[in-house]
């Protein structure tokens, strides 16, 4: 059963336009929404992430918007870069534990 | 600070083959995780420990997998006996006791080749 469902799959964006991932969660439980950044031959590491008592968060280039009601919530990259090149990952966990469900992931590719 | 330090980084073994992989964790860290990546299932979460003691290991695909934590330091997975579709990136993760950001901090994966 996939609880975090991600898309596209893949994204190939200009630089300097914007890329924007999308994600929808079934659990309600779910009250920590983390976005992961991998890089080719690298682990997963987290690049912003937000709780459900906001609808957005912004940090630099990277906004996360959050719809509680519609339980989705999104990755926007503003300004992308060709240093975004990556395959992000949205992910999901609960309050009492630290297990992240993780959606598919989408492979941006950001063109010079 | 070191990161999670996995080891081997690669692996070719054949079919029927034990193979362990290993891990440390950040130190202070009291979660640990093992996750599998393949290009057809994404990123699976294998099993997880808190404080050593395994909490969730519904994800462990078969018996031919096991995994162990025997100190807060170290922790293997090991296949036994090896197939052909365990070939994956592996990677262990942990995370600190502050619930607040919640956050993994990823080792650099194995990857794993059964022929």
């Known amino acids: 059963q996939q609880q975090v469902k991600q898309s596209p799959k893949s994204l190939i964006v200009q630089k300097g336009g914007i890329s924007i991932i999308n994600c929808a969660y079934e659990n309600t439980a779910f009250d920590y929404f983390p976005w992961y950044q991998q890089f080719p031959g690298k682990g997963p590491a987290l690049l912003i992430a937000i709780r459900p008592d906001v609808s957005e968060k912004k940090e630099g280039r990277f906004t996360i918007s959050f719809n509680k009601s519609a339980k989705q919530f999104s990755l926007h990259i503003m300004d992308s870069q060709p240093g975004d090149s990556a395959t992000y990952f949205c992910a999901a966990s609960k309050a009492a534990g630290n297990k992240l469900t993780f959606g598919g992931g989408t492979r941006v590719l950001v063109k010079p | ?115």
């Open chain 2, 1 to 115: 600070d070191a990161g999670v330090i996995q080891s081997p980084r690669h692996e070719v073994t054949e079919m029927g083959q034990e193979v362990t992989l290993r891990c440390k964790p950040i130190s202070g860290h009291d979660y640990l995780f093992w996750y599998r990546q393949t290009m057809m299932r994404g990123l699976e979460l294998l099993i997880y420990f808190n404080n050593n003691v395994p909490i969730d290991d519904s994800g462990m695909p078969e018996d031919r997998f096991s995994a162990k934590m025997p100190n807060a330091s170290f922790s293997t997975l090991k296949i036994q006996p090896s197939e052909p579709r365990d070939s994956a990136v592996y990677f262990c993760a942990s995370s600190p006791p502050d619930r607040v950001h919640n956050e993994q901090f990823f080792g650099p994966g194995t990857r794993l080749t059964v022929l």
